[in-house]
């Protein structure tokens, strides 16, 4: 498995989080005000980790973090890009204050990404707010959440699950290779015309 520095990095970083933060989350604070003072993607992927570490701990937090900055939520992987936030939503809200939790139910319901604001995307408005709301403990849901739930679930089945990793496939060429070894500049153009 070829994984590169980025994501050995984050992993690593990850890693270091658990060891440190685990029996003592207090040490995990220097990190987490240095990463929150960063607006990156990779600055956030790492902060909202380090609050996993210990989601009863930074559950005040990390949920008032992403109810009062909601730019934040958009933290996951290429096939799920809500994976991170939405578990931290999932570990986190059942330890919340009321006010919190109503705060950021507030921004997950009217959460949208860039690309669901474009015009080409109109059938998959929701669908992030679905895989964000899912999350949220459905003991605590308002009506209208649980409402809204039932109808993105109508419309998309299921919210995204965890990330699948990478995968390679295999792309064959339509035109058999004995075939191709003949074929002219024209034969490529008219098959380019056909295939494309």
């Known amino acids: 498995l070829n994984v590169g520095l980025g994501e050995a990095y984050l992993v690593a970083c990850e890693t ?18 240095e990463l929150r003072s960063q607006p990156l993607y990779t600055a956030n992927h790492l902060l909202l980790s380090a609050y996993l570490v210990a989601p009863v701990f930074f559950a005040e937090e990390a949920l008032d973090l992403l109810g ?23 570990q986190c809200s059942p330890h919340c204050t009321e006010e919190t939790f109503k705060r950021l139910e507030r921004a997950v319901l009217g959460y949208t990404t860039p690309f669901e604001r474009s015009e080409q995307s109109s059938d998959c408005r929701g669908h992030a707010a679905y895989c964000l709301a899912s999350g ?19 419309r998309f089945s299921e919210p995204d699950g965890p990330p699948r990793g990478i995968r390679a496939y295999s792309v064959i ?19 380019i015309t056909k295939h494309n």
């Open 16 to 33: 270091a989080f658990q060891r440190i933060g685990t029996n003592d989350p207090d040490s995990l604070r220097p990190f987490i005000a």
């Open 68 to 90: 009062t900055e909601p730019d934040r939520l958009l933290c996951g992987f290429e096939d799920s890009a809500h994976w991170v936030s939405r578990c931290v939503i999932e």
């Open 136 to 154: 949220l403990a459905s003991s605590r849901r308002s009506s209208l959440t649980n409402q809204q739930c039932t109808e993105w679930q109508k």
């Open 173 to 191: 060429s339509p035109i058999p290779k004995e075939e191709a070894e003949s074929f002219s500049d024209d034969d490529w153009l008219r098959a």
